[in-house]
């Protein structure tokens, strides 16, 4: 089982980024069922929720809704993070989480698969 996060790197303020999360392994059969999820976690700070999916449905932290979009690709067994108008204060480590949890998406401890983190750097 295993989750693998890219597309990470440096980009200007108002630029755009997708990190793209790819999972793999037996347990993975059903990806449709499972949640997914992107947290971030920036220096010094504790990590945060960021965006999920569940089917169709979609959830956004406030501070990145109607910048972010999350999306999957069932058949793909991939989910991705479209990211725009980046500011400074998206400067993180993004990571990818997967659950079959039915409680809250925007909890890290529901979610029983990770990935091992993407950073993504703003510059101003």
């Known amino acids: 089982v295993q989750l693998q996060a890219s597309g990470g790197g440096l980009v200007q303020v108002g630029g755009s980024l997708r990190l793209s999360c790819a999972a793999s392994?037996?347990?993975?059969?059903?990806?449709?069922?499972?949640?997914m999820g992107w947290f971030r976690q920036a220096p010094g700070k504790e990590r945060e929720f960021v965006a999920a999916i569940r089917w169709s449905s979609t959830y956004y932290t406030d501070s990145v809704r109607d910048r972010f979009t999350i999306s999957r690709d069932n058949a793909g067994n991939t989910a991705y993070l479209q990211m725009n108008s980046l500011k400074p204060e998206d400067t993180a480590v993004y990571y990818c989480a997967a659950g079959t949890t039915p409680r809250a998406e925007q909890v890290d401890i529901n979610y029983d698969y990770w990935g091992q983190g993407t950073l993504v750097t703003v510059s101003s």
């Open positions: 392994g037996r347990t993975f059969s059903s990806f449709s069922s499972y949640v």
